[in-house]
């Protein structure tokens, strides 16, 4: 169905090349990638049936924010760095508040409990609470070394992007740690219902005769990793103007648009899941993708900087740094009973506007 | 008892009339609130009681704050915004860290320890925190608009005034999704025992042939508010000269004082019921009046800014917002195992004071 | 073993009276303190076996931090008050993040979970936070006053010191309420497996006969609290060069070197415990040494500022006290659901390193 959205993207490459408005290919670019995302998502799952549980989790999780780092780079690489940190807050808050709360709230309208394990949501909430510390530390760095300020040193602003590159490596190593832990040291925890559900999924797919093959998989992988490439760089050409005109800050099209554009709408098969009762898949992909943005994504697009000579640090804006750690708060004091109903799913889905709001009016 | 106090409302009327000292008009003046916000709340019990437990409980939710809006309103029609905003925040924190660590405190001399229920303090601070994102959203706007500072721009603070409005419908669609949560769509986990105790209430009531009629609840309720806005406008106009001769900050008399004498002695019996066992009813008064004041009271003041004209919005002071935030926290911590002792009540009693110290030497 | 360092008590004292370089002196002396510290808890602890549970824990928990406390009497009356509120951060973070991330990580290691009593965790997180909540207040009163601005006023300084003064003692007075709490009325939720564990150890030494007489616990207390003092004395004298030097900054040094040798390293016995199961006792010791540096060690500084008239108040850092407060934040979400595993031992240790490289490039 998401799929019909696909014809956006040779309209995206059309535009472009017949110069059209820039809000007209911004929007048009917008929808295209939403259906390219979720084709990279998909070509990866089907591609993981292939190699066996934990092969096929690992693949998944790795390729899982590959339309994610895409965009990025390209934002990154056209020297938009504060757009791409909005985004990545953007993307953060969308999948723990918007994604999550919709998930909850759509199986709530259904059940009227529904339960899950507080293993993982406890392990998630401890991971996204790290990075979120790994945000903070450079971030306060730099307010005290007043980097921003009009007679900032240059020497400041490299022990800042110094402190930025080592963090990033620390991250990326608890993120590594995290994936030895839930994949093979304590695997017995998190295994039993990932399993099952990959191996029903494995079984519906073979009955239907709908998994791809390998070579499918790889060759809709690839094509739709290329999409992405093409429409990002044409989306990042058009961003600046667009905001201008319609009098949008970066920080609104990044978190609001681009987050939900580059990675949210992903995920939102997470909604779906919970109304058929999987409350606790749903929950997976929802604040797993908010943890692996924040301690996978950030890292490597700091490690990409450093490849491409642009200076990507850790540094976000006091409101998103505020923001993702009201939100991670109450993300765990709403998930952390291991149960949720539709109040609860409601209360995340205002939060996310009330946040969304307050994007919009910082300029 | 309490209603002894009453004869102080006809003495702020006589003293206000032959133009008495601001001191002591002030003082007696607050005095005289304390029994007239509790009759409101009384005569809104004995009301409810001949509505049935949905109906009742619904009026009495909705009227418990009635003499703190009442005072509030008052003081904003006067132009005293900074005092009002700092008189919500000392309710708030007078409920949830005073009267809340006095009742557990009560309480736990008596009993070795107290259980209670952890769904209903959970909600309460999911609610609570929810406002408070509410809260923080506007604020760390305005302080990054630099709305405050003397250069500010009129349309800056227009687009903290219009943020602050749309926040307030957003506050109160949560309340009022609260309300159908814990009334109508889940009320099987909060009623059984409220209905129990409301219908001991009512039992005793009729076995005392004490239960007012509802003649006689209308007119003790349409009196205590007249008394209520009669008196408040004696206290606002003794308000700042009182302040000023004692050296006291605005900030100081709202949250400490007013804050107290207009909400949370209402409160105050609470803390009887905690010394009675009643842990859990002593918890939902204390809990769910901080809860109120943040989710319902403040949105409608923000609606009663606009129909009178002034500029009520949802920016407090960073110390207000940082003290509720951290009393929503130790809040949290230490009540959602469900248990209670003499210690955990003297933490949270102490924790006011600190920041009752605090607001004493912010001037 | 760690006793062997013990010579370097008398090394450190020789090179001063040589007038050795005070890089090298304050290399040795920052080792010097190790044992010596190690000495004064062993001697307090084999002291408390002759006194009987109760008195014995009091004793215990009274002289446990008596080292850190003399290095900073020492520090104060050197005037270094910013390196002794950076040492007590290091001394909390060390305890909270570092020891007890490598308790857990190196009891996971050997077990696949650990399990401990969530009262325990519960008390201290509150305790903890309450302090934090102790500290946040004049240290937002500061910086809302101005105070280190350049045309700050006397009298605002002088009110921040009241204040700080004031918060000490209720500080102390929770100290003591705790102790009451954990020693008197509620010691049946700590007692039975303290108790057994002293008992146990006071068993073992018996067998031993390794328990060292009062006698030789009274020496042997005296000699290594006259050793800090001497150490110490050294050690502050030759601060201010090596930091210089070397180009750290002196919340580095306080926090992450000083706080280490002379708090945390005591508490490396916590690692050696966990390793061998009794992850509780391992657990106690490092969050109950961090809570007892914020609720006991950091009033008596204030008072004993008063006493030798030096302005020691409560005010932080920023980066200290979010630092501490996200660390707070952190233990907790990781520790209160009274299960541990190596990961979340890791993310505790990353925790610690991410926090340490910060301070060190804060200059």
């Known amino acids: ?24 290919i911004f929007v048009i670019a917008s929808i295209a990638l939403i259906p390219l995302a979720k084709l990279i998502g998909d070509s990866t799952e089907h591609l ?9 989790s690992l693949l998944n999780v790795t390729f899982g924010n590959a339309a994610e780092i895409i965009i990025a780079i390209v934002a990154i690489n056209a020297g938009l760095i504060d757009l791409v940190k909005a985004s990545i807050t953007g993307a953060i808050l969308g999948n723990i508040l918007l994604i999550f709360g919709l998930s909850i709230m759509a199986g709530g309208f259904r059940y009227k409990e529904q339960f899950f394990s507080q293993e993982n949501i406890g392990l998630q909430s ?4 790290l990075a979120i510390i790994g945000l903070a530390v450079p971030t306060i760095l730099a307010s005290t070394l007043n980097v921003d300020g009009a007679n900032a040193s240059i020497e400041n602003q490299l022990n800042v992007q110094i402190i930025s590159d080592i963090l990033a490596f620390l991250l990326l190593a608890v993120y590594i740690g995290g994936i030895i832990f ?7 925890i998190f295994y039993t219902q990932a399993h099952t559900e990959n191996h029903k999924k494995g079984q519906e797919k073979n009955i239907d005769a709908t998994a791809w093959t390998k070579k499918k998989s790889f060759l809709y992988l690839g094509l739709s990793m290329a999409g992405v490439i093409a429409v990002s760089e044409i989306l990042v050409g058009s961003v600046e103007s667009t905001a201008e005109q319609f009098g949008f800050g970066e920080l609104f099209v990044g978190a609001i648009i681009i987050g939900i554009v580059g990675n949210a709408a992903e995920h939102s098969s997470a909604i779906v899941l919970a109304r058929k009762g999987k409350i606790e898949l749903s929950i997976g992909i929802a604040a797993g993708s908010g943890t692996q943005i924040a301690l996978f994504v950030v890292p490597i697009l700091v490690l990409a900087g450093i490849v491409m000579n642009q200076q990507f640090s850790l540094v976000f804006t006091p409101f998103e740094l505020v923001t993702i750690f009201l939100a991670a708060i109450i993300l765990n004091l709403i998930a952390r009973d291991g149960k949720s109903n539709w109040f609860e799913g409601l209360m995340l889905t205002f939060v996310y506007i009330i946040i969304a709001i307050g994007f919009f009016f910082i300029k």
Chains 1, 2, 3 share one sequence.
């Open 1 to 24: 169905m998401i799929y019909l959205l696909l014809v956006f993207t040779p309209i995206t490459i059309v535009l472009e090349f017949i110069h059209a408005d820039h809000v007209v």
């Open 48 to 56: 993981s049936l292939h190699y066996g549980p934990t092969l096929g």
């Open 126 to 129: 401890s991971m996204l609470f």
């Open 182 to 188: 839930t994949f093979f040291t304590h695997k017995h």
